[in-house]
């Protein structure tokens, strides 16, 4: 599989997000191992430094550890910390944004709730 990279944030940055997203999405479980440094940098063509580098964020952030001999894991809790920190943000900047795109289109609440929910039923 070949991932496509984006030139705007380092590659660190966007393997940490990705597997981020594998544990929100229930790819990578708690107490799950992560794909091995050397798996990861043959697979994608990448630096063992920066599959390392990226791994070793997920570690400061409290999501993956690092057991001796075995490798790295996703932490008890992971899922939940990486929801409320989304959550968070969804709260404070992007629904913010979209609000006031909202207002600026002159898009009532109702509109909005209706057009939520036909996109909820289509593909809840």
């Avoid at 964020?57 to 894991?73: I, N």
């Avoid at 009532?108 to 939520?116: R, W």
Wanted: charged content about 30%; proline content about 3%.
């Amino acid at each position: 599989m070949q991932i496509q990279w984006d030139d705007s944030q380092p590659i660190y940055l966007q393997l940490r997000d990705r597997v981020q997203n594998m544990i929100l999405e229930g790819n990578l479980a708690e107490g799950e191992a992560l794909p091995s440094v050397r798996t990861v940098s043959a697979e994608y063509q990448l630096n063992p430094i920066t599959v390392s580098k990226a791994y070793q964020l997920l570690v400061d952030d409290q999501l993956a550890e690092k057991k001796r001999g075995l490798g790295m894991f996703v932490v008890e809790g992971a899922k939940d910390k990486l929801l409320q920190q989304e959550r968070e943000m969804f709260l404070t900047t992007e629904l913010p944004a979209l609000i006031r795109k909202l207002k600026r289109l002159n898009i009532t609440k109702e509109q909005f709730m209706e057009a939520f929910d036909k996109e909820e039923s289509d593909h809840g």
